[in-house]
């Protein structure tokens, strides 16, 4: 850190303290080298983690209801604690799995789930990037190489985004990893009473917002076509 700082000529807003012997960490690492330099860098390891049924490391989890889609195919991620917890307190039945699938997977509007577990329970999108950027810079202090952090990014706001890779590179990160954007497609509500749950975040009239228009130009989906690479395109190393 003190190297990065005097690299930058920029004084880092995070503060680190050495509590244990490291010197002796250093000296070996000097003397012997690593094994492999990829222990000295973290990665959130998304699709590893789901197939372990884990939240991918460093990350907080995407959401708890979503379809993740690779070459093999589309599957459903399912918070298996959040599940656990509501029937602890006898909340989980049908109506409520249709109340999550019809918000895509937040429980942040579903005022029958206790306000703690609403905390608890807060999908990646809805945690403010800054904080996990301060978390990021926390654990930078002691990483030589880097850091996969994903950004989460739920608006089409280009200068508030701008001011989160500002926040990030005051903060002492080297690198950010992907954008993460709230993807077009949500969860398949064919069995969701729509009626019930009143007016659903799908539009079924045409009609978009000035938003939805812009950020599906930037995207290229307003008229169907894209640059970017599609999941079955073999030559994509990150749709793998």
């Not at 492999?36 to 708890?64: D, L, Q, R």
């Not at 002691?142 to 952090?149: E, G, K, L």
């Amino acid at each position: 850190m003190e190297l990065l700082a005097d690299e930058r000529d920029y004084e880092i807003p995070v503060e680190f303290e050495e509590r244990l012997d490291w010197e002796r960490v250093r000296e070996h690492v000097a003397d012997q080298g690593m094994r492999n330099s990829n222990t000295m860098a973290i990665a959130p390891t998304a699709t590893i983690s789901t197939i372990a049924g884990t939240t991918p490391s460093i990350e907080p989890m995407y959401s708890n209801l979503y379809v993740k889609s690779n070459v093999t195919g589309d599957f459903t991620v399912v918070n298996e604690r959040l599940v656990s917890d509501l029937k602890a307190r006898d909340l989980w039945d049908a109506e409520m799995l249709d109340r999550i699938k019809y918000h895509d997977g937040s429980i942040q509007e579903i005022e029958s789930i206790p306000s703690d577990l609403r905390e608890l329970h807060r999908g990646a999108f809805e945690i403010d990037p800054r904080h996990q950027i301060r978390l990021t810079a926390r654990r930078a202090c002691w990483i030589d190489q880097s850091q996969s952090h994903n950004v989460f990014f739920p608006s089409s706001d280009g200068q508030l985004l701008d001011d989160i890779y500002q926040f990030a590179w005051e903060h002492g990160l080297k690198t950010t990893y992907y954008l993460r954007t709230l993807g077009a497609s949500q969860i398949e509500k064919s069995t969701v009473d729509m009626a019930e749950y009143g007016k659903t975040q799908t539009r079924t009239d045409g009609t978009r917002t000035d938003d939805e228009t812009r950020a599906s130009d930037e995207t290229g989906t307003n008229d169907g076509t894209t640059d970017v690479p599609s999941v079955e395109d073999p030559t994509c190393d990150a749709c793998q």
